[in-house]
Every structure is written in C-alpha cells, then in structure tokens.
C-alpha cells in the first residue's frame, strides 16, 4: 500500500515456445523459438474499487537454432520509497539473449515510481572482463536518488548465469 493505494504486482514469463507459420501448402511450419515476459502493477483505492492498471512492461526475443532465455533475474525485486514521497518504487531485472557463444545477454534493470519508468540497459558482465556503464535516457541521469539505487542494483546482479531453456 502507499498514497496510489493498494498496489498489486504481476511479473511472469512464457518459456520457450515455437513459432510457426504457414507454408505456401497450407502447412504450418516452424519459423524459430520465442519467449515473451511481462510485468504489470495494478492499483485500486479502496476495497469497493476496481483495479487499474498503472503500467505494463512486455519484452520478448525470438531465437532460430539458439540457445534462448527472457526472464527475470531472481533476488533483484524491491519494494522502496528511495525519496520518502509516499509513493513505492518498484525496481526489478530481466535478461534477453539468443546466443551460441559465450558473449553477454542483454540486460535491462527498470525502476517504476507510480507510471514513470527508469531503466538502466546494457549487457551482463562476463567473468574477467570489467562491468560496463549501463545506458540511460534523461530521466534517469536527472533523479539521482533512482540513479544511484540503480547503479548499486546493476552492480549487484551484474553477473551472466548462462540462462537458457534446456527443452
């Protein structure tokens, strides 16, 4: 709960799933592999009221012959109120690569403070090799209260797992 109300948050994520499509035959054959996620925070202002959705994150990859993942990083959720506005920060990471080597995923750290986004993107960090400097657009570099909470995250979940889907 904070001055919005009560805040319902949904993270989840498909999997790996085909993708096919119809051959000039009328034939359905299968075109790569994707995987889709998504986060929502819903909102209502009393218990007679109806949720609202306040925002929505989708973010998918699609993979021919590769080794595929799109999902969240465990441990990197938090719950704050990083200015003491009364308002609650929702700060969470996800991953996207389709890769056949041992190159970085892509990497994308996303701070939510009612429907205003904050992101941080960039690659993970490989062992031996230095973190780089995540990318961010103007509202980010402007609120250095989020950009200093993202920075500490990055640098926390800045590590590949090598995740994929083995199926």
């Given at each position: 709960d904070d001055a919005n109300g009560h805040n319902l948050l949904i993270l989840t994520q498909t999997g790996m799933f085909p993708v096919s499509k119809k051959d000039e035959t009328g034939k359905y054959v299968k075109e790569n592999d994707r995987a889709e996620l998504?986060?929502?925070?819903?909102?209502?202002?009393?218990?007679?009221?109806?949720?609202?959705?306040?925002?929505?994150?989708?973010?998918?990859?699609?993979?021919?012959?590769?080794?595929?993942?799109?999902?969240?990083?465990?441990?990197?959720?938090?719950?704050?109120?990083?200015?003491?506005?009364?308002?609650?920060?929702?700060?969470?990471?996800?991953?996207?690569s389709c890769r056949s080597d041992v190159s970085p995923a892509d990497r994308f750290l996303t701070l939510f403070e009612s429907n205003e986004k904050y992101q941080f993107k960039g690659g993970t960090q490989l062992e031996g090799m230095p973190l780089d400097q995540p990318l961010t657009d103007a509202r980010t570099e402007g609120n250095v209260v989020f950009k200093t909470h993202l920075m500490q995250k990055w640098e926390q979940f800045a590590a590949d797992d090598f995740l994929q889907y083995t199926y």
């Open positions: 998504f986060a929502y925070c819903f909102v209502r202002n009393d218990e007679k009221s109806s949720y609202r959705q306040l925002w929505k994150l989708a973010d998918a990859e699609n993979c021919e012959g590769f080794d595929l993942y799109v999902g969240f990083t465990k441990k990197a959720l938090s719950i704050t109120d990083l200015d003491g506005d009364g308002v609650a920060e929702v700060t969470f990471q996800h991953i996207k």
